[in-house]
């Protein structure tokens, strides 16, 4: 792959990285101080419904499906953001699983 | 998390709502008198929270039916439907519950729960999608992780978020099942159906439409089908699951369908293969139930009359009540603790009602749950209202009585 397609992935990364984390910040108040490796529900405070809530959120938010047994291994705000950009449609950024195909 | 863990978890979440009081998971009827009155603790209550609807678990017919079938053929079945649990009965009830909805067939279930589950994880398989509504009851989210299809949940009673979601799985392989329930158990609000069923029709042949109508069975509809036949949408609704533990007094749950092919789901529904079925006297009851359903729709009346009067009163003392009235009357509460000291002081008063807290309710909500029964009388809902006007203003979650008058005036 030439290395301006890698750059573009990547900042495509970070973008989702960021918009990811402004959310959940946004959801969960600004007394919690959450960054990439903090934990989805030992860090934010959520319970398991509102975890799912909040991927309901992403996926208007990026306009993508996200199944929720992909939530199942989503340990860390990093995994989160890497679930969306897994799914996130179009211009070289990867796509996975059935859902995924076919955007 | 290990087992210790988690058990101190959970003491550690629910000691402190438990110390207040009662414990909800461990409450025991000394007796139960009526469909509508118990003995607790040694003191009688009025029960407002049993999902009995038509009143029915004491219906002289439905007794005296069952009390005859357990004379005929013994007290269980011993055995799984595809074993040696398939007795003439179960077949008869299936037909009778067919030929009730005017549906090609019915498959029964041991109970409502593993009618979701049956269903729904046999209906989908891996490359297929659900799609479930956000408030879903457990045993549908528990289906959805038995199946080995992708789940997608869409915003409660919402079909542009619905179909938005279905846009977004255009051209992808699979069937689609949407899941969606007649009235929801929690809030006791009614989904959209004629606006869902055309999300349905517009999105393509190979969705299909599932309603669950536990708690609208005998409850909506002209001839008490539930909230499909209200909104007259039978057509679309491809598979349509029931429960027996509600309008029909006893145990047991159904799934009905048009759609070809359906009884097939016999031979490879696990929840259908691999549990004993339905006792004797649990499926003469279900058939004597249903007759009562058919044969008195005054029943139904006089549930809607009673939801009217226990929802208005409720709404006047200055409660925050769910969105519509339902014989479900949700009361909202700021917090689990006023919940808990509700739900204690009531039934020191003498009125049992259902509670529920987070995660078990939507948008982290604590609530009463107050269900109506069409065997309420006047009296013991007039009593109730009573009962909550005084706790709920002693507790400070109402105004007390002519406060409101007082300050309407100064207004």
Known sequence: MPEGATNVIMEQNNQIQTRVLDLLCKKVGAARLIDLDSSVVDDTGLDSVSVMDFVMELEDEFDITIPLDQIADVRTVGDLANAVQARSRGNGVAQDGPTGEGH | ?????????????????????????????????????????????????????????????????????????????????????TYSEHRLLEAEIAAFYDKRATILYSTGYLANLGVISALAEKGDQLLIDTDSHASIYDACKMSDADTIRFRHNNPENLAKRLARLAGTPGDKIIVVEGIYSMLGDSAPLAE??????????????????????????????GKCQADGVEADCDYIIGTFSKSVGTTGGYCVSDVEGFEALRSYSRPYMFTASLTPPTVATARAAFRRMIESPELRERLWQNSNRLYDGLAGLGFDLGPEVSPVVAVKL??????????????????????????????????????????????????????????????????????????????
């Open chain 2, 334 to 411: 700021p917090e689990p603790k006023a919940a808990v000291m509700l739900w204690n002081a009531l039934i020191d008063a003498g009125v049992y009602t259902n509670i529920a807290i987070p995660p078990a309710t939507p948008n982290s909500l604590s609530l009463l749950r107050v269900s109506v029964s069409a065997a309420h009388d006047d009296e013991q809902i007039a009593k109730a209202l009573e009962i909550f006007a005084e706790a709920g203003a002693k507790l400070g979650l109402i105004s007390p009585p002519g406060d409101a008058a007082a300050a309407s005036r100064v207004a």
């Open chain 2, 196 to 225: 869902i069923a055309a999300v349905k029709r517009e999105a393509g042949d190979n969705v299909y439409l599932l309603v669950d109508e536990a708690h609208s069975l005998g409850v909506l509809g002209e001839t008490g089908r």
């Open chain 2, 1 to 85: 998390m290990g087992i210790k863990q988690r058990a101190n978890a959970i003491r550690s979440a629910y000691g402190a709502l438990q110390a207040l009081g009662r414990d909800p998971t461990s409450l025991e009827f000394d007796s139960i008198t009526s469909p509508t009155r118990a003995v607790l603790d040694g003191k009688p209550v009025m029960l407002f929270g049993t999902n009995n609807y038509l009143g029915l678990t004491f219906d002289p017919h439905c007794i005296d039916a069952a009390v005859a079938a357990v004379r005929k053929f013994g007290a269980g079945t011993t055995g799984s439907r595809i074993a040696n649990g």
